[in-house]
């Protein structure tokens, strides 16, 4: 029997180091456990096989760092996963070798999301991140070779220091690559990380002055042929791309609440009316796999209102926005009016004429705040 899930998510969690600002779940050292811990990916995969559609849509690695794990287990973890039309893996600079690209392209991988941060030498240091400028460009330029064309670049606006001329310069490299895809995040000083305790006061201080700055990189990357096509999301508009729709599938099943299955050490899976997120302890999740069982699992049952509210929260984070069917379930009418009289969101027919409510550009940069006054 076959399930009806079509999105894929494998957690690599292994890296080098802990960067400062990163609250995922990652684990420094523990090189010995690669191959057991793909094991375990695997021991899950099997029993949970059963909510897999015959078509799998989209397979995602993420990290931690998916291209630190010891490459012949990578290539074995890859071999034995479904095949699907996108299959992205995140990678760090610093790991991309000519090899590495090219045995990620020969075991089917479609897209690589490259972790790029900034190219200021000076704003690298402080997320203490370990890739150079010119590794970054090397690997981004090991990808080209291995014939991926398929690249996105990951950067962050609002790290400490970042000056309006350190955002502007980390714009126009990234645009010198020409990417098919960037996601420009606000860095977010997760309270109780490192980072926050050293950066705070200096993030406090300039917080104003970021005001100003994700308009700025909406304004250059739409300027350069790229459509804003998700709150922090970019990619070459169609015209630019000979036709080809460059959004990131995989994401795209997110923001439109798709059911999802997710492996691996703190993992989330979406799936009916029930979310689960499996343990983040590496030991128990290994050991409770090779001994047959499932992993210890946090379970939230979803009831309609919460899916209506997070497809709500989701679907508008997007350009094509939501149709007013979907939306009218958790939205308040009165609120609706207010802030279509504000400009922050409106009506529009979509592409089958269907009404859909989509926000304008200035309330899709104020994003979460205008959704959550809109909720009934
Ligand atoms: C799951 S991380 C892992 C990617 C990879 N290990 C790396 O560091 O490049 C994916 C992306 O999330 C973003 N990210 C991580 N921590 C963040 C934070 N505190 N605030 C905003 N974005 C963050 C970074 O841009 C990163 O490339
Ligand atoms: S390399 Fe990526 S996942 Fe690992 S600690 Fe740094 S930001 Fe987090």
Known sequence: MTGHVRHLYVHLPFC???CGYCDFVT???????HGRYVDALLGELERERGWLADRVETVF???G???LTDGSELHRLLAALPTADEVTVEANPETVTPGLA???REAGVTRVSLGAQSFQPDLLAVLERRATPDAIRHAFYHLRDASFDNISLDLLHGIPGQSTSALEADIDEALALAPEHVSYYELEAKPGTRFAHAHGAELARQAEAMEGYFELVVERLNGAGYRWYETANFCLAADRAEGRDLRA???????RGRDYLGLGIGAVSTLGDERRQNTPRLNAYVT?????????REIEALDARTRDEERLMLGLRLDTGLPLAEAERSVDPVALGRVERL???TLRADRDGRPTLVLTPRGRRLGGAVTVELLA
């Not at 684990?27 to 456990?33: K, Q």
């Not at 409770?288 to 210890?296: H, I, K, M, N, V």
């Open 288 to 296: 409770a796999l090779a001994r047959g069982e499932a992993p210890d």
């Open 27 to 33: 684990v420094v050292g523990r090189e010995g456990w």
């Open 102 to 104: 090219r045995m990620l």
């Open 249 to 255: 599938r995989h994401n795209l099943a997110y923001w």
């Open 343 to 345: 400009g922050l969101a």
């Open 16 to 18: 080098a180091h802990r």
């Open 61 to 63: 690695l993420g990290g």
């Open 65 to 67: 760092t998916p291209t």
